[in-house]
């Protein structure tokens, strides 16, 4: 009902601004633009974030209907989306500088991961967003509320760790860095401390650091962690990641070491479940599990060799994968 009634409201298929003082504000409290400037950002930027987000909201009604079976809605979902991302990318979209709206990340990020980017554009729009974050900004992010939520995930889907642990290693304004280095023990309102300090705003720093260096990400396959995947994010100069997880069958633990151009995992997995485990290595049969090959382990089936991963499927139990890093 309300993906429909958010429809109601659409003229030539873009949601337009509608509501009081306080709606469709899009991406809320991003640097510089917080309470205390009343620097938001304009009303064109306000309205691609939200259709971005109506999208999103579209492809999880989809995902929804499908679990359940509801076949119909799922497909008028899938055609609901076919007709609106075109039009959201044509009405917002400046093909000569290769952006959206306005050169600040949330809206790379958003029409990216929603998928209103065309295919011919995606590299073009993520080359953008990638200056935007080394280059314009010095390695700091420009993300409000919502904005550094959806872009942390969206970097860690398509592989870009390098990108995010750029950002983590900050600690001057705008990052989190910066209110450790101010003596914050709970995360701020705003980027600089404005007003509340102790506000859930951007507690999305610690979804990558258990989905990326660590890897622990639910398969959709198995809801609720039935099954797993470990895809831990070699990145950057990390040399360890210690990290677990309680899910509802028990523990899931990612831990790994790397020295001398030696990568060692130690990755449990909890009783009746089973996990999908990527070993970040340019040669699988190289991998060894508890020092025999990994292939041949018991409770080790490899399913498939990717570009610098070995992919194997373990039961419940506990493993040590050794191999040379990629």
């Not at 309470?35 to 109506?54: K, Q, V």
């Not at 942390?152 to 910066?178: C, K």
């Amino acid at each position: 009902r309300y993906v429909d009634c958010l429809e109601a409201r659409c003229k030539d298929g873009i949601l337009r601004k509608y509501g009081g003082k306080w709606d469709f504000i899009g991406d809320w409290v991003a640097p510089g633009r917080g309470m205390d400037t009343h620097n938001w950002p304009g009303p064109a930027a306000a309205e691609l974030f939200n259709n971005c987000y109506r999208v999103y909201q579209w492809q999880l009604l989809a995902k929804m209907a499908s679990a359940l079976g509801r076949e119909d809605e799922a497909a008028r979902c899938q055609a609901r989306l076919a007709e609106i991302c075109p039009l959201i990318h044509d009405a917002f979209y400046d093909a000569a500088n290769k952006q959206y709206v306005v050169d600040e990340q949330s809206y790379y990020v958003m029409p990216l991961m929603t998928g209103v980017t065309p295919e011919a554009e995606r590299a073009a729009v993520l080359k953008r967003l990638q200056e935007n974050i080394l280059v314009k900004n010095k390695g700091h992010l420009d993300t409000g509320m919502l904005g550094t939520y959806f872009m942390m995930e969206y970097l860690r889907e398509i592989g870009r760790n390098d990108l995010v642990l750029a950002m983590f290693n900050q600690t001057t304004y705008p990052s989190w860095g910066h209110m450790l280095a101010e003596g914050a023990t709970t995360c701020w309102e705003q980027w600089n401390g404005y007003y509340s300090r102790i506000h859930s705003c951007f507690t999305s720093a610690d979804n990558w650091l258990y989905q990326g260096p660590a890897g622990i990400v639910p398969d959709p396959a198995g809801a609720g962690f039935k099954k797993i995947v470990i895809r831990p994010a070699i990145v950057g100069d990390l040399t360890w990641v210690k990290a677990h997880h309680d899910c509802p069958y028990g523990r899931i633990a990612s831990n790994w070491t790397r020295q001398g151009g030696q990568l060692t995992m130690e990755v449990v997995v909890p009783p009746d479940t089973s996990a999908t485990v990527y070993v970040p290595t340019r040669d699988a049969a190289l991998v060894r599990e508890a020092n025999a090959p990994a292939a041949d382990a018991p409770g080790v089936r490899l399913l498939r060799t990717e570009r610098e991963a070995a992919v194997f499927l373990v039961g419940s139990g506990s493993y040590r994968f050794t191999a040379p890093c990629p």
